[in-house]
T-cell receptor, first 114, second 115 residues
């Protein structure tokens, strides 16, 4: 049972435009969400996180939006740059119980075209 | 400040052999997590350890897999009698404190291939 879903396996965006990556979750106990970026043959790199008490968190070119009622979050990258081409993973945790580890989606491969 | 270190980066084993994967957390971090990534899949949590203690092993397969984080030295993920289905990337992450809102920082992974 996939509790964190990233329904787009890949996304192609032109350099300079906005990239929007989406993530849905089914477990209503999740209250902390993270985005990681991963290059081939490397480990995931932390990008940005958001607690369920917020609906937006911004860090430079990266903004994460959380819609709790829809159980949906999105990562916006503006403007998109060639170095942003990577696989992006959405992850979630339940601070009140459940496993100590993060629950990951399957990832979205973002391709930035020149 | 060195990041999370994992070795080896690549490991080839024949069926029935043992695999030992090592992880040194970031300096100042005493909490270690192991994850496994199968091809075309996301990362799956396996186990969470503090020094000398297994805190949460809810994601560990019941047989052949074990983990430890001794007082001195790296954390070890051990897979006995490997099978082809164990072929995957194994990632270690660390955090400075316990807490499900603590950011976990990942190492580069060990890619295990079972022949």
């Amino acid at each position: 049972d996939q509790q964190v879903k990233q329904n787009s396996p890949s996304l192609s965006v032109q350099e300079g435009r906005i990239s929007i990556l989406n993530c849905d979750y089914t477990n209503s106990m999740f209250d902390y969400f993270l985005w990681y970026k991963k290059y081939p043959a490397e480990g995931p790199t932390f990008l940005i996180s958001i607690s369920s008490i917020k609906d937006k968190n911004e860090d430079g070119r990266f903004t994460v939006f959380l819609n709790k009622s829809a159980k949906h979050l999105s990562l916006h990258i503006v403007p998109s740059q060639p170095g942003d081409s990577a696989v992006y993973f959405c992850a979630a945790s339940d601070s009140g119980g459940g496993a100590d580890g993060l629950t990951f989606g399957k990832g979205t491969h973002l391709i930035i075209q020149p | 400040n060195a990041g999370v270190m994992q070795n080896p980066r690549h490991l080839v084993r024949r069926r029935g052999q043992e695999a030992r994967l090592r992880c040194s957390p970031m300096k100042g971090h005493s909490h270690v997590y192991w994850y496994r990534q199968l091809p075309e899949e996301g990362l799956k949590f396996m186990v969470y350890l503090q020094k000398e203690n297994i805190i949460d092993e809810s994601g560990m397969p019941k047989e052949r897999f074990s983990a430890e984080f001794p007082k001195e030295g790296p954390s070890i993920l051990r897979i006995q009698q490997v099978v082809r289905g164990d072929s995957a990337a194994y990632f270690c992450a660390s955090s400075p404190r316990r807490g499900r809102m603590e950011t976990q920082y990942f190492g580069p992974g060990t890619r295990l291939l079972v022949l």
